[in-house]
């Protein structure tokens, strides 16, 4: 069974920084794609970053200059560095993943900056 364990969230003060971390059951290798997904209150979820097996990255236009996403084979595991952080960037943070068709998620984890 496929699983991604989510953890670095919590509250954090505005113009701070954070890492998130994303631990897979499996060799991240194997995954086509790995990446951040988030949701805010009352919006719908939307694509942070993502990075492919050859370790090509992408980003939100909105993720652009303050996101970074990273990883560490030997550990399975992914990251993302938030720097500078806005009110506008509260909301669960989801680790998600894609093999061809398949796609596997996290239980996510909270991120709150407050003022």
């Known amino acids: 069974q496929i699983r991604l364990v989510e953890s670095g969230g919590g509250l954090v003060q505005a113009g701070g920084s954070l890492r998130l971390s994303c631990a897979a059951s499996i060799n991240i290798f194997e995954f086509n794609r790995m990446g951040w997904y988030r949701q805010a209150p009352g919006k719908q979820r939307e694509l942070v970053a993502h990075i492919n097996v050859g370790g090509k990255t992408v980003y939100a236009d909105s993720a652009k200059g303050r996101f970074t996403i990273s990883r560490d084979g030997p550990k399975n595991t992914i990251f993302l560095q938030i720097a500078t952080l806005e009110l506008e960037d509260t909301a669960v943070y989801y680790c998600?993943?894609?093999?061809?068709?398949?796609?596997?998620w996290g239980q996510g984890t909270q991120v709150t900056v407050s003022s």
């Open positions: 998600h993943s894609r093999i061809l068709s398949r796609e596997y």
